[in-house]
């Protein structure tokens, strides 16, 4: 264990020392990671898939505040989905609207988290994230973490929701709309993530912030513990 104490304590002091450069340079790669995740998940129109556009909004979002990538990130994606369905595109707007409105507005620096969550899940790695927020902020990280599971499972919905859009009468706008949000609202496994990213990120704060010897080291192996039996026992439940 002392090895990995020593190590974190250099990882910490050189962050301090050189934080100045480093924070642009995680940025430009976290921006520019989840500015192409978005265009592989649903890159409908092939301009935002352009290495120079996607280079040059990664470098913006590196030299600004953290919601301005999290706004281009959303716009990305809005625009994705209006090119190949408007109608689609206004229901994506709403979603995002009422979880800004309702959530998002009073965590306002952690929105960052709420484009993590889906990058991590079109990653295969989403289970990485409740743990480190556990470890490095506090409960209040709920609300972005659930709104982030929100998002993703949407895009999942959108993009089975193109496939079956049929026609632009108003009859099938109202169709189209009922079953979005009847998918988003009954996905039984998007509000079990929900309640066992909330429980992970519980469970790997409380006992990070206990005052014992490697505190910190097991409260990573209780959050990965919590994890696996969690997504363990709702896949038994969802017969996965």
Known sequence: ML??????????NFYKQYDAYLVPAIKFIFAFIAFQAINKEI??????????????????????????????????????V?????????????VLMILYLLFLRYTPNQGYVVLAVPVLFLLKMPYFIPILLGLISTPVAMVPTSCGV?????????KTAVTTQ???????IMQLYTTVVDNLI????????IAI???IIMVTYSIRKMSFDYA???????????SILGFLISYLILNK
């Open 197 to 199: 990213f909330a429980l």
């Open 216 to 226: 910190f080291e097991i409260s990573i192996l209780a959050g990965g513990l919590t």
């Open 186 to 193: 009954g996905n039984k496994q998007m509000i079990m993530t």
């Open 3 to 12: 090895p990995l104490l020593e190590l974190r304590e250099k990882i910490k």
């Open 150 to 158: 929100i998002v993703y499972f949407l895009f999942q919905v959108i």
């Open 82 to 94: 209006f090119f190949i369905s408007p109608i689609l595109s206004i229901i994506v707007i709403m």
């Open 166 to 172: 049929t026609g632009i009468s108003v009859e099938d």
């Open 43 to 80: 890159g409908y129109d092939v301009r935002f898939k352009s290495i120079p556009i996607v280079f040059a909004l990664s470098l913006l979002s590196a030299f600004t505040p953290s919601a301005i990538m999290v706004l281009l990130a959303a716009a990305i994606a809005i625009l994705h």
